[in-house]
């Protein structure tokens, strides 16, 4: 029973979170500072979000097939190709290395 | 194709309904919207697969099948529901489990912020729909995309992917418990690096943006061993974007 109400009130917790930023007020995100900072904040998320998906395996810094599989990704993106593609042959290169018993 | 149709607009000249006004342009908009939602798709298959490591290890620590489920319906957030279930699972405290889950959500704050211009307005019932599918993967396709409309198709399309397909494979873990073999094996992670990657490429543009980026992933991997989950994301990122506009002057 404790561990239902924990569960409830950490859910509860999370949404409010969530719902705090959709509620700040227009006027504060319509200054133009604001609107470039927000691009900068893109583009340094998604980086940051690449480096953990990565490179990170829990609290530690990794080096497994995970490495190969987005470097075939970053080719396949120069060389334009359709996102789905470049997230399949991702998966198929870690399945394989894997598979043949590496990282 | 996703980086190559995006090349003739910048980020803000297709914005608003204006954009819509001309045939041709109409054209070029849905077929941004559609890359928005194959995107959003892509990463909802990704990731929505992942669940079944998250049913199945909440059930090996413990929780109860119901518990794991309500996890991920309720608090839909993968670190924070990992981390909630650990410490169930090494005989945490209640009190330390809502702590650290709610501490690895801060995040979501700022995601909610930079989405707030792309979805407003919404009535509030629809507003708390979009609060509860905030999270990384669906902020991340919609701030790639270059259009306010392709934008909202991508917030929608990978949030409501991932949540349907993160809930079904949580139920489909928290059954088959330890009999399911490693969901890594199959490439599910470097999918979902792939797939950020693949966002983040359109935003490389100016040496600029691939400074920052660096600085931003950089930082990352050095706070990942200091910092409890989830929080090295948000402070490399902070701390990324005050070098970056620091270094633009």
């Avoid at chain 1, 700040?24 to 998604?46: G, N, Q």
């Amino acid at each position: 029973m404790m561990w239902w109400i924990a569960l409830l009130t950490a859910a509860l917790f999370s949404f409010v979170i969530k719902f705090a930023g959709h509620l700040i007020p227009e006027k504060w995100l319509a200054h133009p500072a604001v609107k470039r900072t927000a691009d900068l904040l893109t583009v340094c998320l998604l980086a940051a979000l690449v480096a953990k998906q990565t490179l990170t395996s829990g609290a530690t810094v990794a080096f497994d097939a995970r490495v190969p599989a987005v470097a075939v990704a970053a080719v396949l993106l120069w060389r334009k190709a359709p996102f789905i593609v470049v997230v399949a042959v991702a998966a198929s290169v870690a399945a394989g290395l894997r598979a043949l018993g590496w990282g | 194709m996703a980086g190559a149709c995006r090349v003739s607009f910048h980020p803000d000249a297709a914005d608003g309904p204006a954009a819509t006004g001309a045939a041709g342009a109409a054209g070029a908009d849905s077929e941004l919207r559609s890359v928005a939602v194959r995107q959003g798709l892509s990463i909802g298959l990704a990731t929505g697969a992942y669940g079944i490591s998250f049913g199945a290890l909440a059930v090996v620590g413990g929780l109860s099948v119901w518990q794991t489920v309500a996890l991920s319906a309720l608090m839909f957030t993968g670190a924070s529901q990992f981390a909630f279930a650990g410490i169930f699972a090494v005989g945490g405290s209640p009190l330390a489990a809502v702590t650290t889950s709610t501490l690895l959500g801060l995040r979501h704050v700022s995601y909610g912020a930079l989405l707030a211009p792309t979805l407003r307005p919404m009535p509030p019932f629809k507003k708390m729909v979009a609060a509860q599918l905030t999270i990384d993967e669906s902020t991340a396709v919609a701030l790639a995309q270059p259009t306010r409309d392709s934008r909202r198709a991508g917030f929608w399309s990978a949030g409501v992917s991932v949540y349907v397909l993160w809930n079904a494979f949580t139920l489909v873990g928290a059954l088959a418990g330890s009999r399911i073999g490693d969901p890594n094996a199959w490439g599910l992670d470097a999918a979902a690096a792939a797939a950020f990657l693949g966002l983040l490429w359109s935003h490389l543009k100016t040496p600029h943006a691939r400074w920052t980026a660096l600085v931003a992933g950089t930082l990352t991997l050095a706070l990942t061993p200091l910092l409890p989950a989830g929080l090295p994301l948000l402070v490399a990122a902070a701390a990324a974007v005050a070098i970056g506009e620091w270094s633009r002057k």
